[in-house]
């Protein structure tokens, strides 16, 4: 059975295809084409671009993507740098990830709602503070019973002239 690269090579020679009209159909750059088509699977950074740009490529020259996709995952296999997936996380968790990590799964919902209670709460507090407030520094509060006393002098304002 002929390799992956050599199956996508024979299929676009077959459809008179050169490879940057591969590459224009593709939006696969040339360089890529090339090395698909080589079996230099070492240019591309993961195995998910290898994948991707095989899948597309012989979706254009109308192979079975999934058969070609088998291959070329048992090909991949016998390679040092994709036989296994990159591991997802390198370093050890921190706490400060940790909090994150709780911050991103809080439902914003509730939390906004929760929010929204806790500044209702505090303004009344604040409200009822000032209420009582106002109301123990009331000059009129403490003043004595006051007695209406009429004057006697019978003074009174002199009326505008006309």
């Known amino acids: 059975m002929s390799t992956v690269s ?6 676009r020679e077959a459809s008179q295809l050169t490879i940057e009209q591969v590459a224009e159909a593709t939006k696969i750059r040339t360089d890529r084409v090339r090395a698909l088509e080589a ?7 993961a195995t998910i671009y290898i994948r991707g740009s095989v899948k597309n490529y012989a979706k ?19 390679t040092e740098k994709f036989s296994e997936p ?6 050890k968790k921190t ?8 911050w991103t ?13 806790l ?18 520094n009331d000059p009129l509060k403490n003043l004595p ?5 009429a004057t006697t002098t019978g003074d009174t304002l002199p009326l505008p002239k006309k």
């Open 6 to 11: 050599e199956q996508l090579r024979l299929a």
């Open 39 to 45: 079996g230099q699977y070492e240019s591309f950074s």
């Open 60 to 78: 254009l020259l109308k192979l079975d993507e999934a058969r070609l996709l088998a291959a070329l995952d048992a090909e991949l296999k016998g």
């Open 86 to 91: 990159p591991p997802l996380v390198e370093t």
């Open 95 to 102: 706490f400060l990830d940790s909090l994150i990590l709780l």
């Open 105 to 117: 799964q809080l439902h914003w919902q509730l939390g906004i709602a929760g929010i929204a209670i």
């Open 119 to 136: 500044i209702l709460l505090a303004l009344a507090g604040v409200g009822t503070w000032a209420w009582r407030h106002h109301r123990a």
């Open 145 to 149: 019973p006051a007695v209406y006393q």
